[in-house]
């Protein structure tokens, strides 16, 4: 007999978790709520994990949110996590915009495309990051910004698939 008879998961007639459309955003806004850890550190070597998840909800899909709600997302980052206000409400909508132009561009994407792009919009944000503290009369070498990137680029994995659970289990899958 085949395994899926002898199982007793009723599949029929279950649909999305109520809230659905809005479970995406509060797990960006929850994981921009890991930056408030108490981790002691002089420079900060914990990756962006807000940035890491609307990464990894872009990538997994481009239908919970339109490209606009990266702002207000970017600004609660901003605010949770202390940065200059503004700084990712300027980078989280560009990202998406990027992400949306490469889609349109692009026919498939696999694993090792999706974390080559990711890392270059790590990329970009830490650098952009970096220049913004710079101007704003910070003495640090963008050396200080590395762990930090090395640890969001070989961390995107796991966020990504976090992101893949939290998506099946707003399904209902």
């Not at 009723?10 to 978790?17: M, Y």
């Not at 300027?90 to 974390?115: N, S």
């Amino acid at each position: 007999m085949v395994r899926a008879a002898l199982g007793n998961k009723q599949r029929i007639g279950q649909g999305p978790r109520r809230l659905a459309k809005i479970i995406p955003a509060l797990s960006v806004v929850g994981a921009s709520m890991l930056n408030l850890l108490p981790i002691v550190s002089l420079t900060g070597w914990y990756p962006d994990f807000g940035l890491l998840a609307l990464l990894g909800w872009r990538l997994l899909r481009s239908d919970p949110w339109p490209a606009w709600w990266a702002a207000p997302l970017g600004l609660a980052n901003d605010l949770i996590a202390g940065l200059p206000v503004g700084l990712s409400a300027f980078l989280w909508p560009a990202c998406m915009l990027i992400l949306d132009l490469l889609d349109r561009r692009t026919m498939w994407r696999d694993y090792w495309i999706e974390w080559l792009l990711a890392t270059l919009l790590l990329m970009a944000s830490s650098w952009v990051r970096w220049r913004v503290d710079v101007i704003t009369g910070a003495q640090l070498e963008y050396n200080a910004a590395v762990p930090s990137l090395l640890l969001s680029i070989f961390v995107f994995p796991i966020a990504a698939w976090l992101v893949t659970m939290v998506d099946r289990w707003r399904l209902g899958r």
